[in-house]
């Protein structure tokens, strides 16, 4: 199980913990997992998010791994300009 | 819409009477922004300089004809000009950039009446008048009288300024223009202070002449700055007086350049700060 | 609402052109000349993207009439180099990187060429203020004075 | 073949020298091509008419007249549009207003004509009925219940109950216990902080020329960061294929962020394809003011414990961003960065999102992160010169460094604020000494970078030199960039490399320019492009000695026999490679399609001396230095022009720039004359210390530089100004009369 760090307005939405495990190996399995896992995030995942794997952010490659003792917390989608 | 450049004063004359929607062209740098905004669309601009002697600086009765032609610029490069009345080439020198100076006169900035244009609180400062022409005939009208409202003259129909006189300048005499601008350079006075004075042989005001421009609907002349240092050696207590009676005098607006406080503030600041400069240059130090 | 005929010198070039009375000369030189190299940044004289010379003397064309060109010499940035060579002040700017997007270049190109034309050694505050009037957005400023003043002092070394 | 994964610095001998950028000479005579430099045979003049009016619903439009007028070949309302996939309407409805007009200069009709001045006219026959409805400019204004609400149903579920209907979203981020760690400081700072819309400002107005045929292929020229977003959401506006739709950017003369949008093109597409002519659109000044960029104004209360040390018990930031007339204000980006450069056991940051009746915010660099830093940058300064500390060392102490959790999350890997800050504390500008009515102010600033798709095709020719194609327009210098990273891992010279910026036919998707990416994605695109020529390289001249490919190794320009067993060759040069590419293969190519992930964050400080006139409340700014890492400078002069002109662009920002709006909702400051961005003489020398802490993340170590630069230049002059007039300024721009009344107040 990989724990996902949620940020805190999006802890809310996930029943209030900070923290979620989820079963996944890639990013694409650790977001489908939390879709699926909690449902209250669903609209926020569907706007869009990055997130930070050991401290790289990524916003789209599915396939990147994730190790079990990978640290892993949600972003907002990152702009620029 | 018509262009004409006609070759003299009777031509031009002509070409503006009873022609509606008509505009006179000479620097052209506030024209320009107007007609590119469709704040105006002319039936006809008549573009002045062409005419004989509307770019000429000529020397007459002590002062200097300015042709209403003349551009900053050019005004800046004449050495006469510059050592006669600094603070007139120094307000024209403010206008714009080094651009706009290749292109801007005294007396389009006069016509264009805004009451933040910077050369003509100097020009009032220095008692400057113009010369009119139109259908009916030559006439000579203190700068001061030209403006009547933002964006208004008293002009008549078919008039425009063909030359700007600058009096001779006086013994002990000294002028200076300052405004305040955000920036250094490129922006619209938000307060601006012309001061023309003279000093007797103990160095006490004999005669002053002190300007506010874009602190009213128009530029002023304050008679009541000039009395708080007639007679008066220009010191701390002095330049307080005119400072309060500056501030007291301004009557500005709240608008996106400046809010009353700070302009009726500014006022007396620029004041006391041109009066200074001014002294210097009747003293005939370099200021 | 019959066109003007202008008869006019553009870099040295004996050149005639029609326009409409409300043209600007910057209308003109980009428009039915085909310079393109003077650019308008705001068509009111605040950015100086658009600066040629007029007889010698530093203008922006979005404030001058192309009817006004009669009889005028004008000088655009396609006039500053000397077939390929360029002027230094071009090449230092490349050298120096003064320019990154490069729209406000040629203007202050123009306008940098005409101060010292005048001024063969300006001090940093009169370089600063004869370009008040050129805006840049990208450099700061910074490289753009510096290889002006550089330029400076190697043309008058040469001299 | 053996190829190292990262090179070091001492082998470089390209990357970070300083060559004449390849587009140099077109630039300074004239020739570059910007937007609105290209023509079309038979091309009409488009151009558009706007609302006069802050909040109007549109109760009908007649053009009828405006298409009788002689020479006027095409009118367009967003009628023309239709439906559009859900993701792009908010885009169309930016472009062309729908049911209701929701800022001044909101775009309601357009047309094409056979000349300007029929276009003109053109515009003046359209008649629109409006209905003018209650608006509202101030953010804090929009959030209350009973402001005028621009978008009924819009609100997101994370908005409590009891806001305007303006209010979109809500986020928070942070952890620990602020309450808790408040309690614990020896005092707490609060304030509200305020800072002014911004416009991006750059010199060229939006511009471009669209063609469409009957067939349904489309082409379009324009000024833009991103020529394969343009692509994409036109060719969704307009019901297009994207295959079909090619997009070739023009040279741009500046972004900043406020070119990763459309405007003109969609419009201008619609245009073509209705008068079946080519159409050029070209804003004016005014129009680029009134209807594009600009940034968000904001109102940030921040709340900062510290101990009399000056350690950081606790900080706690609530932004409010009104992002103009569309929800999407850069809030996020705003929370997450607010106290990214600290190192803090209890932080929380909330964000709103919240619109207005102003322009749709555009991206405008290291967006929503300068507001932020600015409101937490000077509460810090407050806090560490109230306990007589150096705020130098208050950062020092406070600052993220490698294992620190940051503010929004993750955990940092190697960073490079502490480096920024020692070198800002032992340069000799911090102990240099002021004069009276001066002050000296320092902030730091943070942004994330990014990478994101991008494609880099790199050919080699028959005479062995190099072309480069990439998909991101070239903002500040990136050509010079790529060209240096292919001339340094092919190891030939720069003037052997060009580098273009292909249309969208001619390359696979790339993300805009934006996120200070290009540097960094199309840089290790450029060197993994360069690589996979070399392997092919090396894998010819392996054909031609007869020796197995892995016996081959590239070094210097040229594939060498590498090994025991390899045999005794010459070395064949690419030149010698290149020439008989026909014989052995075909011609060689290298190309790398990728989704760049990985970018470093960055950090920077920033150190600036000011002086107050006392008199006036007037600022000048005598001193600025910019310390801030770069990773790797590829091309060192341009690295520095990144700095010296986000600062500058700060400078103005808290100077002088602001839009300013009045009671009717009118924009009264549409142009570069009220619209004060700094000119030359307003401004000193832009010091510049770079650092380079290496990205892992990039072959070369390279960082995106170009955003990170804007972000701490608020509050540093702020402190100065604050130092300087000895009154704390909580509102920009820190315009003079805003100072000259702060100054007679604290008098009293």
Known sequence: MVKVLLWGSLADLAGGAREVAVEAATLRELLDGLARDHPGLRPELDRGVSVSIDGRIYNDSWFTPIGPESEVVLLKRLQGG | MRFEAPRSVEEAVTALAGQTGAHVLAGGTDLLVKLRAEMIEPELIVDIKRIAGMRDV?????????????????????????????????????????????????????????????????????????????????????????????????????????????????????????????????????????????????????????????????????????????????????????????????????????????????????????????????????? | MSRIHVTTTVNGDATEFLCDAEATLLDVLRDELGLTGTKEGCGTGDCGACSVTVDGRLVCSCLMLGAEAEGREITTIEGMAAGDTLHPLQQKFIEMAALQCGICTPGILVAAKSLLERNPDPSEEEVRYWLAGNLCRCTGYDKIIRAVMETAADMRRAS | MALDDTKKTKDFKVVGTRPNRPDGIDKVTGRARFGADMVAPGMLTGRILRSPHAHARILRIDTSKAEALPGVKAVVTRADFGDVPDHVANVIDNCMAGDKALYDGHAVAAVAANSAAVARKALKLIEVEYEVLPHVTDVDAAMKPGAPVLHEGWQQETVPAGYSGNVISRVEFGHGDVEAGLAKADRVVARTYRTGATHQGYIEPHACLATMSADGQGDLWVCTQGHYMVRNVCAAILGMEQGQLRVTASEIGGGFGGKTVVFLEPVALMLAKKSGRPVKMVMSRSEVLRATGPTASTSIDVRIGMKKDGRITAAFAELRYQGGAYPGSPVDMGSMSAFAPYDLENVKTVGWDVVSNRPKAAAYRAPGAPMAAFAVESAIDELARGFGL?????????????????????????????????????????????????????????????????????????????????????????????????????????????????????????????????????????????????????????????????????????????????????????????????????????????????????????????????????????????????????????????????????????????????????????????????????????DTVILEIPNPGHPYGVRGVGETPIVPPLAAVANAVSAAAGVRMTRLPMSPPRVLAAMQAAKG
């Open chain 2, 58 to 287: 000529v020397a007459e009765d002590g002062g200097w004809r300015i042709g209403a032609a003349v551009s900053g610029a050019e005004m800046g490069e004449h050495a006469g000009l510059c050592a006669d009345w600094p603070g007139v080439v120094e307000a024209v020198g403010l206008i714009g950039s080094t651009q706009v100076q290749g292109r801007a006169t005294l007396a389009g900035n006069l016509c264009n009446a805004s009451p933040a244009a910077d050369s003509v609180p100097a020009m009032v400062a220095a008692g400057a008048v113009v010369r009119v022409v139109g259908p009916k005939g030559t006439r000579d009208v203190a700068v001061i009288d030209i403006p009547k409202a933002p964006g208004k003259t008293t002009l008549a129909a078919g008039e425009f300024i063909a030359s700007v006189f600058l009096p001779a300048r006086g013994a002990r005499s000294g002028d200076a223009y300052l405004r305040f601008i955000p920036r250094t350079e490129m922006d619209i006075a938000v307060v601006g202070c012309g001061i023309a004075l003279s000093l007797d042989a103990a160095g006490r005001v004999a005669a002053a002449r002190v300007s506010l421009g874009a602190v009213g609907p128009k530029v002023m002349l304050v008679d009541a700055a000039a009395e708080a240092i007639q007679g008066r050696v220009l010191d701390e207590a002095a330049l307080a007086d005119l400072a309060a009676v500056c501030s007291a005098a301004a009557t500005p607006i709240d608008d996106k350049r400046g809010t009353v406080d700070f302009r009726r503030h500014v006022s007396g600041v620029l004041a006391r700060r041109a009066a200074v400069i001014a002294e210097a240059r009747a003293k005939g130090e370099q200021a």
């Open chain 4, 390 to 686: 150096d705020p130098l060392a208050v950062r020092l102490m406070n600052g993220a460094k490698e294992g620190t959790r940051a503010s929004y999350g993750p955990t940092y890997p190697a960073i490079g604020l502490i480096a920024t800050l020692e070198a800002a504390h032992t340069h000799p500008h911090w102990t240099a000494p002021l004069g009276e009515n001066q002050g000296r102010g320092v902030a730091c600033g943070f942004w994330f970078n990014f990478g994101g798709d991008t494609c880099v095709s790199l050919n080699v020719t028959p005479d062995g030199t190099v072309t480069v194609s990439e998909g991101n327009p070239d903002i500040g210098g990136s050509r010079a960039s790529m060209t240096m990273m292919a001339a340094e891992e092919l190891g030939i010279p720069y003037d052997q490399v060009r580098t273009i910026i292909a249309d969208t036919g001619s390359l696979g998707q790339n993300e805009v320019t934006d996120g200070s990416r290009v540097t960094f994605a199309v840089g290790l695109a450029t060197i993994e492009a360069a690589r996979a020529a070399k392997r092919e390289m090396c894998k010819r001249a392996a054909m031609i000695w007869g020796i197995d490919e892995e016996a081959v190794e590239w070094e210097d320009g040229a594939a060498r026999p590498a090994g025991p067993n390899a045999g005794k060759f010459p070395p064949m040069t690419i030149k010698e490679i290149a020439a008989v590419a026909s014989n052995t293969g075909g011609p060689i190519a290298g190309h790398h399609e990728v989704t760049a992930e990985g970018a470093g964050v960055s950090f920077g400080t920033h150190m600036v001396d000011v002086e107050v006139d006392p008199d006036t409340g007037a600022t000048r700014i005598l001193r600025y230095t910019v310390f801030q890492d770069a990773g790797r400078a590829v091309h060192p002069s341009y690295v520095e022009g990144q700095f010296q002109g986000g600062a500058v662009q700060g400078i103005g920002w808290a100077l002088n720039e602001e839009y300013i709006y009045g009671e009717d909702g009118i924009l009264q400051n549409a142009g570069f004359l009220d619209y004060r961005i700094p000119v030359a003489s307003d401004l000193p020398m832009i």
